[in-house]
């Protein structure tokens, strides 16, 4: 079995999604530098992922460091958190689990409690998020029917995630409910992520998928092939307007045009009640390189301009329910996410 | 100066467009079924493109063959014309221009007749689509406003037509106008038309462009960047429906959603009032070896099952007008085109 992401105790294990699907190579990382930069570069992307694998980098900076005193260690550690917080902008997670860790650093006082509960608070973030995206798949579950075929975009599964993933989880847990569930996957432009990973991961659970490049989401929908949409995200506003994956809004717009539900799953560490919508979540633009370049090979004129946003926002009132480990929000333009949260 | 094709009076001369942008390489065709299979292969496409080379074709296969008397020689035309209406379904121009060139072979009753007649009868469509597009452009720049940014699908452009372009030839009519235009152009997966193709064409005459992967439309619509969206057709039912190049229609929903005008640029032979609407065009399914490799490289899974439709159908209610060489079908939602086609 594969793994995104597992902390080995000295070192972080990753599986390179770069090289997915023709190699499946595993990198060590013994220095959390090492952890940033396979976030930056995309060794492991995914919301939950890297909010996983900032907490295990933090950990592992405690365990490397030579501080000589107390003071000088949680320095290096709140250095290692500021490294961690400029490694990618959108995904809410991230700053999640950095937060969780500086609170775990004020509340240590010892070197040796300062490595124990590191390491105890990474492992912890890594196993809850693989339960919660088990207990997000049983309540969405529900809104897949037996014969549905489902279109999904980018990767929002194992490898997203700490392991079974959020929309990929919701239907994972409708397959193990005994549905009969067949999987659309968005190729994902430029990074290709539903080509590489969707397509690899529901490859090897024997989940029938098939490929199309992002443009014909439409015709298909028109032509009556997909039942229900599934997508997973990056950060979710106060008011329910959702960050994911560029192309996911234009998914949104054309399942209100064709009448299909348009579904959001992610862990509530997702949700990010200090942002009060869409219009204030920082959107990461990367590399023309990535557009203009595909594995190596040149597909546009030397010197063009190009734009690369890497996500782009889905205002509320295209998504009909945001699944959580907590429960499903069922209306969120009318309700937003703060009632659920209980703010 | 380039050209999609040339007529050379024994052979045809075509760009290698599945090289462009890195390479520019002309290739001679001195046999019909070498051009036939250019067709098919897309050393050579767009809609007005392939019925010129179709017609040159069956100019060729007179001036090549080797039959004994004129009854022979016209059916050996007429297996020419089937040889190419064999190569690609759904653009209606190869099915006008082959036609075109059998009402020819028709009226033509000596070997020099039919030789020197085809010949005149292929050179005339290439100049008239020439002088189609010049005239559309006239038309139609009058839509585009100085300082608007115009996005665009695929390639309707030089490449795409006997020369100068039929969405492209509008933008480059408004810019011989004086007008300030800048192009988005989506880079129209899985063959890259787009990023491959117009962004070559356009960086060419100057015209500046920026290329976006066909899922950043519905964003930078959203962000307010897009004035206009024009396009191509490879044919036009008798309401008004349209087939275009896969992910056309998604544009078209999201040009509808941003209140964005949605514009169908073509000649007059790409009108097809014998097809009542767009569920009666046939779809061309192509290899799907188009969306898993890209230049040689493997970007999905070994075995996944993968779909490909080429094109898609874009309802007349999303097209804001029909710009053709004959003028502008301004309601075309309302009145179709067989009032304007008068019949």
């Known amino acids: 079995m594969y793994h995104s992401i597992k902390w080995l105790g000295n070192a972080v294990s990753m599986l390179d999604q770069r090289l997915l699907p023709s190699k499946e190579i595993y990198h060590e990382y013994k220095h959390f530098n090492d952890v940033a930069e396979a976030i930056e570069t995309m060794v492991i992307r995914g919301a939950p992922a890297i909010g996983i694998a900032a907490a295990m980098g933090i950990a592992l900076a405690a365990k490397t460091s030579n501080a000589k005193n107390i003071s000088e260690l949680k320095e290096e550690l709140h250095a290692a958190a500021g490294r961690f917080a400029t490694t990618r902008p959108t995904a809410v997670n991230l700053f999640w689990a950095i937060d969780r860790m500086k609170k775990t650093i004020a509340a240590s006082n010892t070197f040796d409690e300062l490595r124990e509960q590191l390491e105890k608070e990474a492992i912890a973030i890594h196993q809850e998020d693989i339960d919660a995206n088990k207990a997000m798949g049983n309540h969405g579950a529900r809104y897949l029917a037996d014969g549905d075929t489902v279109m999904t975009h980018c990767n929002a599964g194992a490898l997203a995630t700490g392991g079974y993933g959020t929309a990929l989880g919701v239907i994972r847990a409708a397959v193990e409910h005994g549905k009969k569930i067949k999987v ?30 992002d443009n014909m989401a439409g015709h298909f929908m028109k032509s009556g092939m997909i039942q229900k949409i599934i997508v997973g995200a990056d950060r979710i506003a106060a008011n329910g307007d959702t960050a994911n994956k560029i192309g996911t809004y234009s998914h949104a717009v054309l399942a209100k045009a064709h009448s299909i539900p348009f579904y959001v799953a992610a862990p509530v560490s997702t949700l990010d009640p ?60 009318q309700y937003g996410i703060k009632g659920f949260l209980g703010k």
Not at 275 to 281: L, N, Q
Not at 305 to 326: G, L, M, Q, W
């Open 184 to 213: 659309f996957a968005c190729e994902t432009r430029p990074y290709l992520q539903g080509a590489r990973l969707t397509a690899w991961e529901l490859m090897k659970d024997g989940i029938e998928v098939t490929l199309i490049t």
């Open 274 to 333: 200090n942002t009060p919508d869409g219009s204030a979540i920082p959107i990461e633009e990367r590399s023309v390189d990535e557009v203009a370049y595909l594995q190596g090979v040149q597909i546009a004129p030397e010197g063009i301009f190009i734009r690369n946003p890497a996500f782009d926002v889905t205002p509320v009132k295209y998504i009909s329910a945001i699944i959580t480990e907590k429960g499903v929000i069922e209306n969120p333009a």
